[in-house]
């Protein structure tokens, strides 16, 4: 489908020639953008290319090239991002074609991701509202990761405060926001639980972070500098 702010806004794709296209083989595809490739380079330019659903992805879906990313180590399904098959720039002998196929989904708009990219679709993704419960392995994986990208880059604060991100003790939910969360024992001493076991559920109720964390092989002191950043109480 091609999206587009002149004449054709409502095009429709038909979906059997979408099914033709996902039938055909990884080979076939590196053959094609590598032919669009030459073609475009010969007319100076690739038109409007970049507004085309035409990036085959890892999965075997098409995303649109700005939406798309380059691998940049071992597939995973845990991956947020919607990343270009690699096999696109692998399968064959044909150096050169394969080449010409990279330079083509780089010249519409697929990009390596940066850090920060990685980071906030990973957010909105695993641990937005509709997001499901990762693993143990792999939520910790991700929150050393946070710990870490947090203390390089302040500028996230909001966007973590906002993620269901903290495992709270509460019979309501296993995932908070930091809104939704406070520090006592056995990580503080702060009064917080007496207080909010006071209140009940009258004004505003928080819970107590998981003790779950205690338990595992991550720095405290590190987990409670990034509980306190992201705004949990």
Same mark, same amino acid.
């Given at each position: 489908?091609?999206?587009?702010?002149?004449?054709?806004?409502?095009?429709?794709?038909?979906?059997?020639?979408?099914?033709?296209?996902?039938?055909?083989?990884?080979?076939?595809?590196?053959?094609?953008?590598?032919?669009?490739?030459?073609?475009?380079?010969?007319?100076?330019?690739?038109?409007?290319?970049?507004?085309?659903?035409?990036?085959?992805?890892?999965?075997?879906?098409?995303?649109?090239? $700005? &939406?798309?990313?380059?691998?940049?180590?071992?597939?995973? /399904? *845990?991956?947020?991002?919607? %990343?270009? =098959?690699?096999?696109? +720039?692998?399968?064959?002998?044909?150096?050169?074609?394969?080449?010409?196929?990279?330079?083509?989904?780089?010249?519409?708009?697929?990009?390596?991701?940066?850090?920060?990219?990685?980071?906030?679709?990973?957010?909105?993704?695993?641990?937005?509202?509709?997001?499901?419960?990762?693993?143990?392995?792999?939520?910790?994986?991700?929150?050393?990761?946070?710990?870490?990208? $947090? &203390?390089?880059?302040?500028?996230?604060?909001?966007?973590? /405060? *906002?993620?269901?991100?903290? %495992?709270? =003790?509460?019979?309501? +939910?296993?995932?908070?926001?930091?809104?939704?969360?406070?520090?006592?024992?056995?990580?503080?001493?702060?009064?917080?639980?007496?207080?909010?076991?006071?209140?009940?559920?009258?004004?505003?109720?928080?819970?107590?972070?998981?003790?779950?964390?205690?338990?595992?092989?991550?720095?405290?002191?590190?987990?409670?500098?990034?509980?306190?950043?992201?705004?949990?109480?």
């Amino acid at each position: 489908a091609r999206v587009t702010t002149y004449s054709w806004s409502n095009a429709w794709v038909d979906p059997d020639v979408m099914s033709w296209l996902e039938s055909k083989s990884l080979e076939w595809h590196q053959a094609l953008y590598s032919i669009l490739n030459k073609y475009c380079e010969e007319e100076g330019d690739y038109f409007s290319l970049d507004e085309t659903k035409i990036v085959r992805t890892v999965n075997g879906t098409y995303r649109f090239p $700005a &939406e798309s990313y380059f691998q940049t180590g071992p597939a995973s /399904a *845990n991956d947020p991002l919607p %990343r270009v =098959d690699e096999g696109l +720039f692998t399968v064959g002998t044909k150096k050169r074609q394969q080449s010409e196929a990279r330079k083509f989904l780089a010249a519409i708009g697929v990009k390596v991701p940066g850090e920060l990219e990685e980071i906030t679709l990973l957010l909105q993704s695993r641990y937005g509202p509709e997001g499901d419960a990762p693993s143990d392995k792999v939520y910790l994986t991700d929150l050393k990761r946070f710990m870490v990208f $947090a &203390e390089k880059n302040p500028e996230i604060q909001e966007m973590m /405060a *906002n993620a269901f991100i903290f %495992r709270a =003790d509460s019979p309501r +939910f296993e995932w908070g926001q930091a809104k939704d969360v406070y520090l006592d024992a056995p990580f503080l001493s702060t009064g917080l639980r007496t207080y909010y076991e006071s209140i009940g559920d009258h004004g505003v109720r928080r819970w107590p972070v998981s003790d779950w964390y205690k338990k595992q092989a991550v720095d405290q002191n590190g987990l409670l500098k990034f509980f306190e950043f992201s705004g949990v109480e």
